[in-house]
């Protein structure tokens, strides 16, 4: 698995936002496999869809990669609907 790094606190992350490759922040976001913990006690990675997904759909995560795809995996998209190269946060089904 990725070493997650640190994220600041008093800055915090953008949980409901999909990055594509032409989003000015793209290059800035941290490294995918990073790790944090929502409010409402779940855990969300930073991931890239190796295909389209659309919006709260069950999504397969590999590792090392950090891909994910449409399937019965662990994960399910929150962002919104994401196209293949896009990054975005994906929560885990379980607390």
Known sequence: MAV???IDPKLGVD???VY???????ARLPPV??????LNGRM?????????VA?????????PAMTFAAGAGAWTTRS????????AWIESNAI
């Open 15 to 17: 949980l409901s936002k």
């Open 33 to 38: 496999g990073t790790v944090t913990r929502a």
């Open 55 to 63: 919006n709260d759909t069950a999504v397969v995560l590999t590792e």
């Open 44 to 52: 969300y990675v930073l991931a890239q869809a190796s295909a389209g």
């Open 20 to 26: 594509t490759s032409t989003d000015p922040f793209y």
């Open 80 to 87: 919104g609907a994401v196209n293949s190269g896009d990054r």
């Open 4 to 6: 997650s790094r640190n």
